[in-house]
């Protein structure tokens, strides 16, 4: 499941790409979907256009689902950079690990129809694994707390074993190497597991699992056009897959490799409008009954009682209100589901680390006004960037507190503020990143990392005294952060 970055076209200065990419495709004025007033969704449209520009998005497309009806889909931006081609309703993107939900999604089928039991050993129905495989069950695999090697290097982004093109040579290679942990008892995601799940829905659903998810979900569900596939696959509308640069001055062509073996983990390409169709299905009770769907969002946990991160084939989203689970895949496309709140946001690009999951709260907060209050940090700083844009970066601590007592927002989060000072960072205006990563330490000041970024805002703007006493705050705080530690060796040296 290896993504192979190839230089490719360097394409455009970043701003000139999304100027001509975002504002050509995009209207002025977004249409208010049925229950978001006009002001609202102009509103949304905006914030989605910002983080474009400022996470470098080439093009984006957006569904909401309230109450079992699609009330917003859009189209942002390019879905291909080199043709100009713009991201209209037929274009598909690549949903990454995203993939593992319906892989959650086909096992619990199987289990309600009595051919799986989730408490069971993967041994009990698959032959010839190793012995201290066999133990692990099926919840283990869905939700990454198997203990299981991985046969994916995730350093590399290639196949573990001497030729790591070759899935065959892989699969004996991993099932040679040790265990990581038993069963149950630390999360770590792994790509082992799915390969376990694809093989275990091979086998209790008497087809290959690329056909009994075509057959069980697409189908049923509405995707003509979803399928699996990737860079050596032909797919039609297929929307061009990139990554940044390094110094973010250009694009670099993302060479998709998801080996078939794999496929329960990574592989499906879809868009918004299906993507929604099968969430409708999936809550609908037309792929699984309601109970089963509750079961397969249910929080799992660790063999000491403590959560772990995943339910069944979904991430959690664990909160004291408005819970989500999740399909989140590639840093790239992601969908929540608020099943409370009877509400579901999805976003798919085409940029390998935009991080469209980090949105989508915000989005939903337009819709979930107790939402907004609780987790609006993202859209803080969306507004607060267009403050200071416009009157600069002094009292940035006074401009947030105004925007967060005028829209009734939570405070950005350190991520959102760290973020917008290293794009600052890589533009070189390093007295703005100086500013920003300045608040981000009076809102967190006993975080080691917001010190740490802050640092080296000082240390590239020239502010050497300032860099070190935040490089050494940083230490005292996490006395383990190389970095810091070598940063300001080298500092105290000159």
């Known amino acids: 499941m290896s ?18 990419g975002v504002a050509a495709v995009v209207p002025a004025a977004m249409a208010a979907p049925a229950g978001l007033a006009v002001d609202a969704g102009q509103q949304l449209a905006a914030f989605l256009q910002d ?25 942002f931006g390019l879905a291909s950079l080199q043709y100009q081609v713009p991201v209209t309703d037929a274009s598909l993107f690549s949903i990454n690990s995203a993939t593992k939900a319906f892989a959650g999604v086909a096992v619990m089928q199987l289990v309600q129809e009595g051919k799986i039991d989730l408490g069971a050993p993967i041994g ?13 069950t099926v919840t283990q695999l869905l939700n990454h707390t198997s203990g299981l090697p991985d046969v994916l290097d995730q350093r590399s ?11 065959d040579a892989a699969w004996q290679a991993v099932q040679a190497m040790s265990v990581e942990a038993a069963p149950g008892e630390r999360y770590r995601y792994n790509q082992t597991n799915y390969v376990l799940l694809a093989q275990l829905i091979e086998r209790q659903g008497g087809q290959p699992f690329v056909s009994f998810v075509q057959r069980r979900q697409f189908d049923v569900a509405g995707m003509p056009r979803s399928g699996f596939g990737d860079a050596k696959d032909v797919v039609a509308k297929k929307a061009s897959s990139y990554v940044l640069d390094r110094g973010g001055n250009g694009y670099r062509n993302v060479i998709e490799d998801f080996p078939v073996f794999m496929r329960a983990g990574a592989g499906i390409n879809s868009n918004v409008a299906e993507l929604a169709n099968w969430l409708i299905a999936l809550q609908s009770g037309r792929l699984l009954a309601p109970a089963s769907v509750e079961r397969l969002w249910q929080p799992t946990s660790l063999n000491d009682g403590k959560p772990a991160p995943w339910a069944l084939g979904w991430p959690t989203i664990g909160r004291d209100a408005h819970r989500a689970v999740a399909g989140i895949g590639g840093g790239r496309s992601a969908f929540y589901v608020y099943p409370d709140d009877d509400l579901a946001v999805i976003i798919l690009s085409n940029l390998a680390g935009g991080q469209p999951e980090q949105l989508i709260d915000t989005v939903a907060g337009f819709y979930l006004p107790a939402l907004r209050q609780q987790r609006g ?6 507004l607060l960037r267009k403050q200071a844009a416009s009157s600069g970066f002094d009292g940035l601590e006074q401009k947030l507190a105004a925007i967060r007592r005028q829209h009734g927002l939570s405070a950005p989060t350190e991520g959102d503020l760290n973020a917008w000072g ?8 390093t007295k703005q990143a100086v500013a920003v990563l300045q608040l981000a330490v009076q809102l967190a000041p006993g975080s080691a990392n917001a010190h740490d970024s802050l640092a080296e805002a000082h240390e590239a703007d020239g502010g050497t005294a300032l860099a070190v006493a935040h490089y050494r705050r940083t230490l005292e705080l996490d006395p383990g952060n190389t970095h810091a530690a070598a940063r300001l060796r080298s500092l105290v040296a000159r």
Do not use: C, F, S
């Open 3 to 20: 993504i192979r970055m190839q230089p490719g076209l360097r394409l455009l200065v970043l701003a000139a790409a999304l100027a001509a």
């Open 51 to 75: 983080e474009m520009r400022e996470r470098q998005i080439p093009g984006l497309q957006i569904a909401v689902i309230q109450r079992g009806q699609v009330v917003l889909a859009r189209n």
């Open 124 to 136: 009990q129905y698959l032959t010839g694994l190793p012995v201290a495989w066999q133990a692990v």
């Open 157 to 167: 982004g290639k196949l573990v074993g001497p030729q790591p093109d070759d899935a």
């Open 377 to 382: 940090g993202a859209y803080a700083a969306h």
């Open 422 to 429: 290293y794009r600052l960072l890589a533009q070189q205006r």
